[in-house]
T-cell receptor
């Protein structure tokens, strides 16, 4: 069974640009979560989607947004990139109500 | 919000040594989990352990929910055990995982 997949694996952008990260959950999982792991800040919860709806949001500005598609895959969009957005962005998936989440390999974003 | 404190922050071991990692919580334990992040960034679930003790090979974990702490034991460590170990709690039904800052483990050959 395929695990959570993310694309791209690496990305370099400049300040002010916009970026879209993609995530495909494990087959059968309806919930998708996004996390940011920035140097010195640890792993922080960004967004949770389930059945196409945003269920919870972390303490991030509105320029971080996303959506979940009918096939449960998800996109994370970041507008007006800032240098401090440089981080590893991790996607996870689970069944709704499941006791654990399964993580993808992440997308490394570097903002210059 | 929930505070998760992990100790020690860094640990260096020789291959074959044993170690204990600790996690303390400021609030009640919900969906307590331990993860290992390898040097390439991949997060792997080790244990889901809101209470009690579980073992998986050389790893075992114990959570004492009433005292708000959890322990991860690594026995006969191997170089492949290197990486960051995270203790994770979630608050109630929102499934927002709160990660500790992790313990960076380095196992030298």
């Amino acid at each position: 069974e395929a695990g959570v997949t993310q694309s791209p694996t690496h990305l370099i952008k400049t300040r002010g640009q916009q970026v879209t990260l993609r995530c495909s959950p494990i087959s059968g999982h309806t919930s998708v979560y996004w996390y940011q792991q920035a140097l010195g800040l640890g792993l922080q919860f960004l967004l949770w989607y389930d059945e196409g709806e945003e269920r919870n949001r972390g303490n991030f500005p509105p320029r971080f947004s996303g959506r979940q598609f009918p096939n449960y895959s998800s996109e994370l969009n970041v507008n007006a990139l800032e240098l401090e957005d440089s981080a590893l962005y991790l996607c996870a998936s689970s069944l709704l109500g499941a006791e654990t989440q399964y993580f993808g390999p992440g997308t490394r974003l570097l903002v210059l | 919000g929930i505070q998760v404190e992990q100790s020690p922050p860094d640990l260096i071991l020789q291959e074959g040594a044993n170690s204990t990692l600790r996690c303390n919580f400021s609030d009640s334990v919900n969906n307590l989990q331990w993860f290992h992040q390898n040097p390439w960034g991949q997060l792997i679930n080790l244990f889901y352990i809101p209470s009690g003790t579980k073992q998986n090979g050389r790893l075992s974990a114990t959570t004492v929910a009433t005292e708000r702490y959890s322990l991860l034991y690594i026995s006969s460590s191997q170089t492949t055990d290197s990486g960051v170990y995270f203790c994770v709690n979630s608050g109630g039904s929102n499934y927002k995982l709160t990660f500790g800052k992790g313990t960076l483990l380095t196992v030298n050959p």
